[in-house]
């Protein structure tokens, strides 16, 4: 059973514009989500992280906004740039002190120039 | 600046060999993980530690084994390679959570593995 949901695979969008990538989840004990980036032939990395307290967070260009209600959060990155192409990893952590993160499937982002 | 490091960026090896990578942080992080990517699938755990010489099983396990000797280093072994197991490994680590922040998850670059 999927618990993190990425149910688009792919976006597509125009340079200057915002990019927002969804993620969905079923456990309502994750209290703390993240979002990685990822190129062809490298590791992930971190983007921007949330805690279930809060319902926004932003840095920079990057803003991840969590509604716990609907066991939703996003991404927007504003504007899109061509380097922002890659593909996105949404992750969900449990309460405890050794827990594990569960990751989505990922979307891959395509940014026009 | 948090540093992890696999042995190999890419390897090849035959059906049935036995195989090791190797993973190393420089940040004296208490719990270690082992990732496999696939297109499609995403990021699937297959075996995690919290300490030294304590390993759990992630969600594909079969086929896999890990040893954890000393805490910067978290080993991964296929015991008779398969091409099933053609994939892209990636090691990660994180510190014990409320130890402060931050309490990202760092990734290796990744090993790309491929069995013929």
């Known amino acids: 059973d999927q618990q993190v949901k990425q149910n688009s695979p792919s976006l597509s969008v125009q340079e200057g514009r915002i990019s927002i990538l969804n993620c969905d989840y079923t456990?309502?004990?994750?209290?703390?989500f993240l979002w990685y980036k990822k190129y062809p032939a490298e590791g992930p990395t971190f983007l921007i992280s949330i805690s279930s307290i809060k319902d926004k967070n932003e840095d920079g260009r990057f803003t991840v906004f969590l509604n716990k209600s609907a066991k939703h959060l996003s991404l927007h990155i504003v504007p899109s740039q061509p380097g922002d192409s890659a593909v996105y990893f949404c992750?969900?952590?449990?309460?405890?002190?050794?827990?594990?993160?569960?990751f989505g499937k990922g979307i891959t982002l395509s940014v026009r120039p | 600046d948090v540093k992890v490091t696999q042995s190999s960026r890419y390897l090849v090896k035959r059906t049935g060999e036995k195989v090791f990578l190797e993973c190393v942080q420089d940040?004296?992080?208490?719990?270690m993980f082992w990732y496999r990517q696939d297109p499609g699938l995403g990021l699937r755990l297959i075996y995690f530690?919290?300490?030294?010489?304590?390993?759990e099983k992630g969600d594909i396990p079969e086929g896999y084994s890990v040893s954890r000797e000393k805490k910067e280093r978290f080993s991964l072994i296929l015991e008779s390679a398969s091409t099933n197991q053609t994939s892209m490994y990636l090691c990660?680590?994180?510190?014990?959570?409320?130890?402060?922040?931050?309490?990202?998850?760092?990734f290796g670059p990744g090993t790309r593995l491929t069995v013929t």
């Open positions: 530690s919290y300490d030294v010489k304590m390993k």
């Open positions: 456990n309502s004990m994750f209290d703390y």
């Open positions: 940040m004296d992080h208490e719990n």
């Open positions: 992750a969900a952590d449990l309460t405890g002190a050794n827990s594990k993160l569960t």
């Open positions: 990660a680590s994180r510190r014990l959570k409320g130890t402060g922040v931050p309490y990202e998850q760092y």
